[in-house]
């Protein structure tokens, strides 16, 4: 889909080239918002016209939807668990354990119910049958156990 003109080059019938970033930036949220309406089932086509971009880009950057999925959706939980686990490890006080694990455990939540249907595509992931998000779900259960087993430690 086309961009639209801007004054710069409205009347040349020339588009104006968009950054890597905001080529990613757009696919990316487009992924966010169609994969939240219809889960995984959202199609590489649908996520392309909304982001205003050739289909041919989510293959290019992604190399298929299933990764296009784990950077859109994955990366938003993974780098929150992250974080706290690194906060944690740089300061782990006993006296502010308790405000620490608060804050953790406030914004796993706001992110869960902010992203209650992401989730529940991942949740489900075990169960499909299509393998690469099954794959996904598998590594993301991982991870969030090797980064809370982390967060034990400490």
Do not use: C
Not at 53 to 70: D, M, N, P, W
Request: hydrophobic share 40%; no cysteine; proline share 5%.
């Amino acid at each position: 889909m086309p961009t639209p003109a801007t004054p710069a080059t409205a009347g040349t019938g020339r588009q104006q080239r968009r950054s890597s970033e905001e080529v990613h930036g757009r696919l990316i949220d487009a992924a966010r918002e169609l994969f939240t309406e219809h889960g995984y089932p959202a199609t590489t086509r649908e996520i392309a016209t909304r982001a205003g971009v050739a289909e041919s880009l989510i293959f290019t950057r992604f190399g298929s939807k299933a990764e296009l999925f784990r950077a859109t959706v994955v990366a938003a939980f993974t780098e929150f668990v992250d974080r706290f686990v690194e906060q944690w490890e740089a300061n782990p006080v006993d006296s502010e354990i308790e405000a620490i694990s608060a804050s953790y455990f406030d914004g796993l939540y706001t992110m869960a119910r902010e992203n209650r249907r992401l989730l529940r595509v991942l949740m489900t992931g075990p169960e499909t049958t299509d393998a690469p998000l099954r794959e996904i779900s598998e590594q993301l259960s991982r991870h969030f156990a090797n980064s809370l087993g982390r967060a034990q430690r400490v």
